[in-house]
């Protein structure tokens, strides 16, 4: 634990978003209500998960009463867009590839015409095979999903031409079959995860507003505005000045509210009726037509030498990447980050591929990939340590990667705290190698997590009002309670009073660039920006004291309100006075910062997981969870906390009972009564302990947080239930059903 | 005229918020309607010009089914507030100083009910002897306003102690007496000007509410966000970054909409109540709580030599300053500024005093003391030409003042274009001096008008969107059009087309600090801070091109979306790709520029009026209206030319027909019937003429416009009803009565 003595940072400040929240006066998307007339609008979305349309007749719709607008492709400029490949449009226009894919909108005085209206739209459709499987997507004989694939402008990755695949990478060092052939011992096994929906608790929502002088406004619940606001401006082929959008608070994302969804839709609604539209998604709609967490299939094949080293490993990783590529760039960027695992195998081949089916688009959910793939790393760990006698926990150690490893991607692993973590964890949780099954039907499981935070650009903007007071400006979404640890770096630079700082939210109009509130790189991202905007206003608060203190710069400090001369506290001047100054002279106090795209930073978490097993009917009952993190510096120790506990249920949820089902081609469980996430009951106690080193280039040495605490989760999990009843599924979710199979096939 | 070449400055851009406001959707403050139960606001108002309160009893008011809350100053901090001197207060404690002074508020659920409990407060007043009159202020014997006067924070400047003035200021040169005494002749008379209300369309309004975490939200009809938010602030006694101030679009405000009015109130009631509460002025409230211009007392002595040189001047000016001192301001800060007039006078005196009276309190009012004093000295110099037997135009071209003059207050005058906009006017018009009165009862009449146009600090964030079209953040209001202006700036520096260009207006949360939109000065002063921006935004485009290029930033341009080498055509990189560098290197590309107070430049005009005089009714109808304006370089000529336009049409107002009539010490004309500004039968065919010669430190070389053009209407109008009918009213309005007695007297 590193010593730091701040005085706002470090500290568990309560979110400074409370009071709003806890008054219901934030507002949500379905909050929203614009002065005078408002439409509702509903989306017409395809019955079938592989269609030809001939042809869509509205006529017998508009025709009925309070219907006030509708809108197919054809209110639309011809527009391919999407996050990634751009192989999707805002409404189809003669192909749908997914069962929710939109086909036309409408929109209504009232939602109930909406709904009658969707009934009345006359869409011939000629109904195509359809591909539900990954695997079978790959066959010669797969209907092909995107034919004209090759005029799509892939900004991920080249693929493979005339099929399916829509994103491939391979990366490895060494020979691993050469080295295969010579390990002592070679393990193989399968692991596959399931299709997990994010599962906020706020479906997808906006409202769209055609402007007078023909610019947009769109208001969405939304993790990524000024993407989102890209997309838009694209769809619609306007320059991006002429849509604004107004990013609403958000009911939780995970990474579900990046891409777009209705946005378009309800500006060409708006644009045609003349009101604005506001379209809410119903839960339904929200599953079937959300982005969820990508299926995973992992063949792992790894080969160890009797001094229990890991010699060689390949992992061969197909996912499921649903009717569009929104997936395809964890193929070609995130795995390649992640997927080797915290340890350190001298031959090493990553092959991935990403494939088209006939699915919603899968695209991020808190570490995409990461927990699928941890899942199967950690599960091998344990498998062979049991396998071969070794202590499991030895085994580990003996591999981990050093400080300033090199990936097969090239990065460099700075500040690498996996041996940290995993000796918090044991300490914390007062784990044993000889004491995982302490009873019949209990066990002990463990899995070391590793997940490199990102990464992308922002900027920021701090100002200071003439008492002194700040406000810092940013465009970027508070989904974590990060905003309360943006407002303590401001305030730990100037030396204020935490209710002296002001973080606002602004829309993509007003905000200086911003990254998506996702990747785990807000408080890296955001307050780098942050921290040298504020930067930014001391550096012109010395300049302007350097007058009345007759000193240099480099001799001052903020304290409470004055800028003094170090250690001659006499010397001092009150920042107010300062601000007069700047009024008469060089003008307001405004500082600004950025921070462009960076390199990754390494991230390691220790898991244990207790459960108990029911062996007849395979029920499992976690009985306590202990989380050591690698947090560099934790801003915000409470939020911390907050974002472990968020991310452990999460992965119990993927772990035990999430899945999307698919019967005859169709979502079987597109709500939460069929959609099992965890309730309460089902979370055991929860210890955590933060392991603090300064990051290098965080701000304050803070590291991201959001992502990795899920990665380690299910494989601990799994590690529990082996050690419980010895058995071992390896498709997750371990369902009560799969895990009392395995444990009769066993007997 | 100045040659100038470019692309988007200096050309007549219709105004980029058109169509906002000729759909209607623009939002003004009593359009506002929060989402859920709001409450409407009425504040009782001293029925008193002068009276101690005794007592407040809510009680009775409080029973009123409908009724959620009342305010005294018992639910505020004890502050004194006030925009210059500090010296009232949000609600009245123990003294009420006006027919209008706010002495407790009411929110009900709806108007009507907020409208009965004002009759169930009873307030008991101990009436006080009221003086509504600035001479009877000044005597001995008059009732003390300001008892405790002493106390106030007085930011103007010292009054003397002990009686009304509460503002005092005299500037000179060379020895006045000593020059009248050998002075070829010497001229005395007396000017005075009505008391006249800025008459906006859209009455007062604003919306509080008391946010949840117990910050502070107030929507307002304001000219001044900042200074306003600064007032609440300390009338509520919290930091300034609690008070959200964030302004509506704006009906009106020529000065009217700088001070305080009922937000704190609102907020008061809004924090009671636990809703919203919206204040909506009534024209009457309006009439009698608004700011108006000054009624002034001006005692003008002029001593010239035969050879038609102005030797020696003396000024008198006594203004009214009603119930608070606003307009004490003047006094102190304006006068010196103009009061010279646009001459060259050796020997010169101005005193200025400003006293307290129980009328509404005087403040800032479109050039506020210049068309006041313009009235008396160029009144002056047309009868001193007439009786000396001078050209008129001679005589005044004889006297103006030289490029580099000093004034009295130590002001270097940069860029004196007096003679320009003579010669101009004298050429739009064909005005000859044999020809002031081309028939009987016609006149024809000429003024030269000077004023210095503002001066206050301003910051500005210009950032670029991903497809590098541009957004200026500002925080500054538009009653000018002014907007257009600031985005032909931004299109200018960066070769963007109009519609890349959005001028974004935010919050005092979320702005930038920017100067009150008063003064003539937005153009300059966030016209520069935007210009900055934007070079910066240029300047760091050209570092991240430095590399591609393979050039330094002084060989590089920007043209139409790219950066290229001046010269080389060929070797160019689009702006977007350097937008893609710059995200993965420094950042965002986001410009900031900010300006401080700066050196009021002076600025010139000349007006010719043609009328024609009803000798028996004294009616006077204007014929024919030409203006010269010295404007720097128009970087909008059709919004300069509206401006010029405005004012001309309120100098028409306050020359014939306005002024605030007060019977019985009650205002008698508190609305549109009995209060008559001119319709658009009274207003003539105006022409205009652009005097453009580049101002030494304006962006682009442009000058302020707002307020110049009102200067020299009375005067010129007064001079033609002079040659009309050969006799001079010396008080405004020249009302039809005061005409038709000063013809028959002279009969």
New interface residues.
Partial sequence: MAAHTYNQVGKPIPR?????K??G?A?FAE???P?GKMLHGLVLRSPHPHARIRSIDTARAEALPGVRAIVTAQDLPDRLVGRYLADERALATDTVRFVGDRVAAVAADTREVAQEALGLIDVDYEQLPAVMDAFDALEDIAPLLHPRMAEYEVVAMAAPAGGNICSLNELSRGDPEKAFAQADRVFEEVYTTGMVHQAYLEPHACLGIH?????FTVHSSTQAP?QLR?MI?DALAV????VRLVPTEIGGGFGGKISMQDEVAALALARKSGYPVRIVMTRREDFLCGTPRAGFHIAIKTGVSNDAKLIARTLDILLDGGAYAHGGVLVSWALPNFAEGPYNIPHLRITARCVYTNKPPSSAFRAPGGPQVNFAIESEMERIAAEMGWDAVDFRRNNLMPDGHVSTSGATMDCVMAPETLDAALALSGYKTDQTRPAPNRGRGLAVGNWNVGG????A?V?L???G???L?TGVVDLTGVHTALAQIVAEVLDLAM????V?T?DT??A??ATIAAGSQVLKSMGD?ALRATEHVREQLFALAVEPLDAPPSRMELHQGDVRVKGAPGRSVPVTNLLGR?????????G??????YKRMPSFGTHVADVEVDPDTGQVQLTGYWASQDVGIAVNPVAVEGQIHGAIVQGIGMTLSEEMIFHDDRLANANFLDYKIPSVLDVPPIETVLVEQPAVDGPFGAKGIGEPPIVPVPAAIANAIFHAVGVRVTSLPITPEKLRKAIRAKA
């Avoid at 320059?239 to 002429?242: D, F, Y």
């Avoid at 992308?456 to 900027?459: D, E, K, N």
């Avoid at 209710?499 to 002001?502: L, M, R, Y």
């Fill in positions: 400074i978003d409370n009071a709003s806890l008054a006066q507002i909050d929203l209500q002065a402007n007078p002088d023909g610019s000024f890209g401006a320059s991006h000045n002429r992308m650009a922002s900027a903007v100002k009002n003439d008492d007071s700040a406000t400006l209710d002296q700082v002001t606002k602004l109009e007003s200086p660039h920006a700047a009024m008469a002279t060089s003008g307001p106090v405004v600004q910062g950025a921070t462009g795209n």
